[in-house]
Structure formats: C-alpha cells, structure tokens
C-alpha cells in the first residue's frame, strides 16, 4: 500500500509538472501554484547564478513581549493563505499584470506621517506591529494609501537608493478593491528602473507555500471596537547577506530579497515606519484620500492607526529604540509623539483625513478644547 502511495504521489506531482494548477486562496482570490525554481524571481538576469536558500540561517530575537499586559486589547489579523503542494509557492492572479504606470499627465505628490531612526550605526533589520484599516481612497485612479516599515541606504541624489518596503495598502487601481492588502517592495536605483510590488516583477523570492503577497488582511479594525494588526519583521541574514521576512510572533518565514538584488544595501543607515498616501490633486485641490483610519493621532487607541513595538537589529538581535525622527504633512497627516511601555514598546499614533472641512491637526483640537 505504501508503494502504491508514493506510486501515486508521483504521479501527480509529473502531472502538476505539466500543468498550470489554480487555487482559490483563504480571501477569495485565484492563486496559481508555481514550482517554486521557476518563481519570477529567478527571470531576473542578477539571480542566474542565485542559490536558493531554504531558510534563515538565523532568525533574530526580539524582546517583545506578551500584549497581555497592555491596558490595550488588539488581536492579530489573518493574512491571505493558500495550500499550494510542496514544492511550489502561491502567486495572485492579479498579480500577473504589470504595476499601473505612472501617468505623465497627472501630477501627483507623495505625502507621509511617519517616525525615522536618528542614530549613526549600521541597521540590519527593523520589525514593528502594524494597525489594519481601510481608508478611503478618493481618486480610484491614481490615488493609493499605505502603512508600512522602509529599510533604506543611499540617496535619490545620487541615484543609488536602495529600499525594502513592507507592510498594507489598498490601491484600487492594482487590486480593483478598497481592500488593506499584505505588500512588499524594492528598488536599487531611487525607483528610476528596478521595483515594483509584489511579485510583479523578478526579484523577491518567495519560500512559503502558503502566503499570498498581494493578498487581502482581514478582519479590519473597527473604529471604538477591536483593533486588528500584523507584526512584520525584516532581518539581513549575516552569513547570506540575503534579506529576510516573516510576519507574526512566530515568525511565519515568507521569503528574502537576494543580496544580489542591491548595489548599495550591506546595511541600511535609516528605517522609516509610518503612512503615506498620493496625491493627485485632480479635483483642483488636495486630495480627501485617508490615511491609516482616517483620523488624526490625538484620537488615540481604537480610533487612530498605530504603529507598535518598534524595533531595530543593530548587530544580531532585535533590540527596542528610543529616538526617532518626524516626518508628517500636519495640516492633513500627523504623527503624535512616541511613547514606550511595557505591553506596546515603542510606540505611536499616526493618519489623518485628508482634505476635508473638519481638517486639523491634532494639536490645533488640543488648543480648542482647553479655550473652551
């Protein structure tokens, strides 16, 4: 019988082989499942000589510990999934096409509410828990909203910046929904050439079968209710030099960046965490695109997006940081300052509305209250 098993097991697997074989992932989406050496990742001409690692060779601690403690409940979120058979890793459908061009005749601008290290050292990774919302995005076009974590080094200057971006954004015109979806990104030359989301493009090789990047986040938080998040962590494996994620508490392994794929990302000199939206200013004035909830950071827990338990890896480890920079468009997106305590770690509060007759920062509403 044990033979015949196997006998079976192989035949399916040389029937795979010759197939297309489509799956409907744990959000409804339609997922191919590819042989995972045939990945688009290795049609980049930089990975011909690529060796695929198989995992970390080590995955870094972190001193987070337990939201038990936190006067703040949140529960974790499920990212889209798919059981593709061993062997192969789950690609969306949609993740087929080609990322949206940029349209020359519309002039947008890139604004951000975020925090950004403020220290001299070499950074070889960064993590922090992420607040799932879905903010409205105005111009369905042109227009999108995104939280997530920046990895970079060098400078658009000088045309050599290098980043890894992860975290959620809903984009209607690359997903056609207003869904918060799972995301990651990369470029080698400050986005003139190389980069693009997901898998669109060749360059992140993925080793689970079961994730689906580009893929829905659900359940999504509820304003005055429960509050859903991600963890993501990102590391540069030492021995490698490849660059690695996973998501939640256990380290659920998605993949890495080859280190092939940099020219100037040994390490990184910043890490950024926090929102962005784009602008396109097509209705004659600034856009009523949201960021995060849609509300400002004063509002606080249950109301604005946060970011928490902010950390770096400095050598091996994760460890805590302490001081960070702001940058925010305050008028329209704010960040509020960062607070540290036993259950959140670093954290802070971040978004706002866009344009709109209500729009303020946090602290002009601060002011207001205490006149009256």
Not at 91 to 113: C, F, K, V
Not at 225 to 236: A, C, T
Not at 308 to 337: C, G, M
Request: glycine share 8%.
């Amino acid at each position: 019988m044990l033979i015949l098993l196997r006998f079976v097991h192989l035949l399916t697997l040389i029937a795979y082989a010759h197939s297309d074989y489509y799956i409907e992932s744990s959000d409804g989406g339609t997922v191919k499942c590819v042989d995972r050496m045939e990945q688009p990742a290795f049609d980049n001409s930089l990975l011909r000589n690529h060796k695929f690692q198989e995992s970390p060779s080590k995955i870094p601690t972190t001193t987070t510990k337990s939201n038990t403690k936190s006067k703040w409940r949140t529960t974790e979120a499920h990212v889209s999934i798919a059981e593709c058979p061993r062997g192969t890793v789950p690609i969306l459908q949609d993740d087929a096409r080609e990322d949206p061009g940029n349209n020359t005749s519309i002039q947008t601008t890139h604004e951000y509410a975020e925090k950004s290290t403020d220290v001299s050292s070499k950074l070889y990774g960064a993590k922090a828990t992420i607040n799932i919302w879905d903010p409205k995005v105005e111009n369905k076009e042109n227009e999108l909203s995104i939280s997530q974590i920046w990895i970079s080094s060098g400078g658009y200057e000088t045309n050599n910046l290098n980043t890894i971006e992860v975290g959620w954004q809903v984009y209607p015109q690359l997903y056609t929904d207003n869904k918060p979806r799972l995301f990651i990104y990369w470029t080698s030359d400050a986005y003139q050439t190389t980069g693009c989301y997901n898998l669109r493009c060749p360059g992140f090789v993925q080793t689970s079968r079961n994730i689906v990047l580009g893929g829905a986040i659900s359940p999504v938080s509820v304003f005055g209710s429960r509050q859903y998040e991600i963890s993501v962590h990102v590391w540069k494996d030492q021995k490698q030099g490849n660059w690695w994620l996973s998501l939640g508490e256990n380290n659920l392994i998605i993949g890495y960046w080859p280190a092939e794929l940099f020219t100037n990302l040994d390490y990184a000199t910043e890490v950024h965490w926090g929102g962005e939206v784009v602008d396109s200013r097509s209705f004659g004035r600034h856009t009523r695109t949201q960021m995060g909830s849609g509300r400002f950071p004063f509002e606080g827990f249950g109301k604005a997006s946060y970011f928490r338990n902010l950390e770096i890896v400095d050598s091996n480890n994760f460890q805590p940081i302490q001081k960070l920079k702001t940058n925010a468009e305050k008028k329209y997106y704010d960040t509020n300052n960062l607070d540290i305590d036993e259950g959140w770690g670093t954290h802070f509060f971040y978004g706002g509305p866009g344009s709109s007759t209500h729009t303020h920062s946090g602290v002009v509403s601060l002011r207001i209250r205490f006149v009256l």
